[in-house]
């Protein structure tokens, strides 16, 4: 399957006429991503659609019986259902499954209203249903690998951690600690439930994580390699967020090396560059 950036998508919708349907006629698309909605936002966009209209059409595609599936646009359709308005501008497109998840995506991965274990689902059924690699999924979406390989990992989390992130009761740096140790779901919840017992805060759980994650390394190659102390692995995981690419430290017995790993021209350039405007 030759790589294509979705989002170069949207544009290409936001040319094509609208058209007013009813808003009973749309059903929700059941590729749709996004699994929260804040109602105070919602509430927000209900009272400016009602004073303004809809500024923006929303995006759907045909399905039977004169009805049609919503691709883009959950939140102006709920709101303007909300604001008591009875047809909606729309864009009508003719899509596969795979583009109507993938203009799902692009719409809310790039409003950044989508948090990260529900991106990892979304990557996750691309995977699934579609087959894409995580190249393929991080060119689509415009992200690099690390980042994918980041939330897929959260889907791996107890569901009760999962259900305290998406309430917002832990953080993503905590969910994010615990999804690294790739422990079975009993023991992640044994040192969740540690973690809660004791108070620690983020970085005292980030720590303790980097801690077991050293002594599992060590007893997987034996005790011949220098240990890595924790906090360079937490430097590590650090830059990876910031530079978008894999990155390896190495600090022992006073010698320091960092590695970065590069899986494109494209991402080697654009640190490099990076790296560069350091210096001004």
Not at 242 to 262: A, E
Request: proline share 5%; no cysteine; hydrophobic share 40%.
């Amino acid at each position: 399957m030759a790589p294509m950036m979705v989002g170069l998508s949207a544009p290409v919708a936001a040319r094509q006429a609208s058209h007013e349907i009813a808003v009973n006629f749309i059903d929700p698309n059941p590729l749709q991503p996004r699994r929260e909605f804040d109602e105070a936002t919602l509430k927000g966009l209900a009272d400016s659609i009602a004073q303004y209209g809809v500024l923006q059409p929303i995006v759907v595609s045909p399905s039977d019986r004169g009805r049609y599936w919503l691709v883009v646009g959950e939140r102006r359709l709920r709101a303007a259902k909300m604001a008591g308005l009875e047809t909606i501008p729309v864009i009508i497109r003719t899509t596969e499954d795979q583009d109507k998840l993938e203009l799902a995506l692009v719409e809310n991965i790039q409003r950044e209203d989508l948090n990260q274990l529900e991106e990892g689902m979304a990557y996750q059924r691309l995977k699934d249903e579609f087959g894409l690699s995580v190249e393929e999924i991080a060119q689509r979406v415009g992200k690099s690998r690390p980042e994918i390989h980041g939330r897929l990992h959260l889907l791996g989390l107890p569901k009760e951690v999962k259900e305290a992130f998406l309430s917002g009761k832990i953080t993503y740096n905590r969910a994010r600690a615990l999804s690294i140790l790739r422990e079975e779901p009993e023991k992640l919840m044994a040192i969740w439930r540690e973690a809660v017992e004791n108070k620690w805060n983020d970085n005292e759980l980030e720590r303790y994580a980097a801690r077991r994650k050293s002594k599992k390394l060590i007893e997987k190659h034996g005790r011949n390699k220098p240990r890595q102390n924790p906090i360079v692995i937490e430097k590590e995981r650090e830059l990876e967020d910031v530079f978008g690419t894999r990155v390896h430290l190495t600090h022992y017995n006073g010698r320091s090396t960092i590695q970065f790993k590069f899986f494109s021209d494209e991402e080697f350039f654009k640190t490099v560059e990076r790296l560069l405007s350091l210096r001004d």
